[in-house]
């Protein structure tokens, strides 16, 4: 039996005043007081198309490789509940800014349908009474519709992800599901034969993985009834996420009929070649391009993971990688810095870190100035004090011996002092130069080059 799965994605754009109004775009502040008439919906006023959201909506089609409505218009569509006191909907139906676009995941292309701009709804609070939050209502919205064309929970899962990665890196959405300004709804059918199922939709997702659990347990459920000789009926189902099922809202035993028509108040918009190619080079760099950046500069994919997956933490990283060693950058970042962050629950940008002290501390590390050990509790002390790198080193008596005459002074000094350990590596046993080396470290009180100590002692042994 054949899985086919379809993903609408909603996704709150960040722009500064709501899609056709002033009010200011935060829907965080206090209730009810980011709105106008224009949000309340009062008879008789006029819609205002803030052009920044077309511009973050072409740099999403950009990014998504979507083919661009070069000349666009708006739509009403009509539908009565309380949160949307107007009674319509402003949306584009017939015209989404853009089509036929595709993410590539791994091994695979999602093709996705269309993306179009809409108005957000109010938010309802369901007690004895319906109230209503009207600081969403007009927050601009993207809509991002696949086609069907996903066959699992993973690959749903490898798809949103790389969705909300590419979002994040445009700078235009927070992207957060778990906060609403990223939701998502799935179309679920199983078939056994060449056409498609019946469609299942699940809404009231709240992560990605759980789009993935969602789908998975969607898929199975469909093909056990399927296999019992039972009719799949055309239905809405929510997600659980206690008892990680889905669970029946409504079936759909007609089509909504939204009435569209296109909206009368908002002038068709024309794109032409002048603003398209403006925003084309204003793109910021994008993942892809990052990645494969990174790897040519010899850093390995676990960190790479990491650090596109910290937005903070790569914008750090792409203001001082040229003056730095790279590697010895992304580990610090993605090791003991960010443990840190997350140990003590603050941004990057709020903790004691500066660019300075931290090329610096890489300098440091990339000379053996200071050994990894060393190292360690350098970022210890910068993080809690902020103090210069430098200050800190010499505070602490850190400064690795590298002279190569002291280095040899004190491997000669050990080797006199160890006769019998001398005897134990000329027969071979390993155990002698890891001896030894302990010895030289002691004698050094941990400050000697443990690399060039290493290869002196070897080289003095063999003289023996």
């Excluded at 009231?204 to 759980?210: E, F, R």
């Excluded at 794109?271 to 990645?291: A, C, G, S």
């Excluded at 903070?312 to 090791?335: H, Q, R, S, W, Y």
Aim: proline share 3%; glycine share 4%; aromatic share 6%.
């Amino acid at each position: 039996m054949k899985p086919t799965i379809g993903i609408e994605v909603h996704v709150e754009l960040k722009s500064m005043a709501k899609v056709f109004s002033l009010s200011k775009n935060n829907f965080n502040d206090e209730e009810n007081t980011n709105i106008n008439v224009i949000d309340l919906g009062y008879p008789g006023v006029l819609p205002r198309l803030n052009k920044g959201v077309i511009d973050d909506a072409l740099k999403a089609c950009i990014a998504l490789n979507f083919n661009i409505n070069r000349l666009m218009h708006f739509d009403r569509k009509n539908y009565f509940y309380p949160d949307l006191p107007k009674g319509y909907q402003i949306t584009q139906q017939d015209t989404p800014i853009g089509y036929d676009g595709y993410v590539e995941i791994e091994n695979k292309k999602i093709y996705l349908e269309r993306m179009h701009i809409e108005e957000d709804t109010c938010k309802s609070l369901h007690t004895t009474d319906t109230l209503l939050n009207f600081n969403r209502a007009g927050v601009p919205l993207l809509e991002i519709v696949t086609k069907p064309c996903i066959s699992s929970g993973k690959e749903a899962i490898e798809y949103l992800e790389k969705l909300r990665e590419t979002l994040l890196y445009l700078g235009i959405s927070d992207v957060k599901i778990e906060e609403g300004s990223m939701r998502c709804d799935v179309n679920v059918s199983v078939s056994d034969t060449d056409k498609l199922g019946t469609k299942v939709e699940v809404k009231n997702i709240g992560s990605i993985s759980n789009v993935g659990t969602a789908i998975d347990y969607e898929i199975q459920r469909q093909q056990e009834l399927l296999a019992n000789g039972e009719v799949i009926l055309e239905q809405t189902r929510r997600f659980d996420d206690k008892t990680k099922t889905t669970i029946l809202m409504r079936y759909k035993e007609t089509g909504n009929d939204y009435r569209y028509f296109p909206e009368p108040d908002i002038p068709y918009v024309y794109i032409d070649d002048e603003w398209l190619e403006n925003i084309k080079n204003n793109m910021p760099i994008l993942t892809d391009e990052l990645k494969d950046k990174y790897i040519k500069l010899g850093i390995n994919n676990n960190n790479i993971k990491t650090i596109i997956a910290n937005k903070e933490i790569c914008n750090f990283l792409e203001t001082v990688i040229d003056k730095v060693n790279p590697n010895i950058a992304a580990n610090l970042l993605t090791g003991d810095i960010l443990s840190y962050l997350n140990k003590n629950y603050i941004k990057l940008e709020d903790s004691k870190l500066t660019k300075d002290n931290f090329i610096k501390l890489v300098d440091l590390l990339d000379k053996k100035t200071i050994s990894s050990k060393q190292g360690k509790e350098v970022i210890n002390i910068l993080l809690n004090t902020g103090k210069d790198v430098l200050e800190i080193v010499k505070e602490n008596n850190m400064e690795q011996i590298s002279d190569n005459n002291l280095v040899l002074d004190i491997v000669t000094k050990v080797i006199d002092a160890n006769p019998d350990s001398v005897k134990d590596f000329k027969e071979g046993k390993d155990r002698a130069v890891k001896y030894l080396m302990g010895q030289i470290m002691k004698e050094s009180k941990g400050q000697i080059n443990p690399a060039l100590a290493n290869q002196t002692l070897i080289a003095e042994l063999k003289k023996k």
